[in-house]
């Protein structure tokens, strides 16, 4: 695609950027045993490792999720033996969060994947493409700043 109009341009990151991740889901789900390591899975998993012993409501937070979504997200992965919910010992109505050894591992794994899938994409393009989309990543981080500002998930 060449050049985009400015007015073009919101459109075009909306419907790209879902399109990019849908589609580095389904390369790197293809030949993985189930249970999958699904995206909002990955992203909580993520955050738990990042951040042992986060609370619910505060990874709802960090993830942008209402908190009863993030509570069925851990249901799954507390059931799949990748979570550990422990109670909070300052609030026992609380629950902390904690990878599993196993946990870490489908994490560093579903890692390994991504950033092998990625880089031989990106070698795949020429270097004025490598370069144009290191340059647009701090736009991009701004973008998403600008989005959060305000958010309050229900």
Not at 77 to 101: I, K
Not at 103 to 120: I, V
């Amino acid at each position: 695609m060449g050049s985009v109009a400015a007015g073009d341009l919101p459109d075009e990151l909306a419907g790209l950027l879902p399109r990019i991740q849908r589609l580095a889901r389904r390369r790197l789900w293809s030949g993985l045993p189930e249970p999958r390591l699904r995206g909002a899975h990955a992203e909580l998993l993520r955050l738990v490792v990042d951040e042992p012993g986060i609370r619910v409501s505060t990874a709802a937070h960090s993830l942008c999720l209402a908190p009863n979504s993030v509570s069925t997200l851990v249901n799954h992965l507390v059931a799949e033996g990748l979570l550990r919910r422990e109670q909070d010992p300052g609030d026992g109505r609380a629950a902390l969060l904690c990878p599993t050894p196993a946990g870490t591992g489908k994490l560093s794994d579903w890692h390994a994947r991504r950033e092998a899938l990625f880089r031989e994409h990106l070698a795949g393009l020429d270097a004025a493409d490598r370069a144009a989309l290191a340059a647009a990543l701090p736009a991009l981080h701004r973008l998403a700043a600008s989005l959060r500002e305000g958010d309050e998930i229900a």
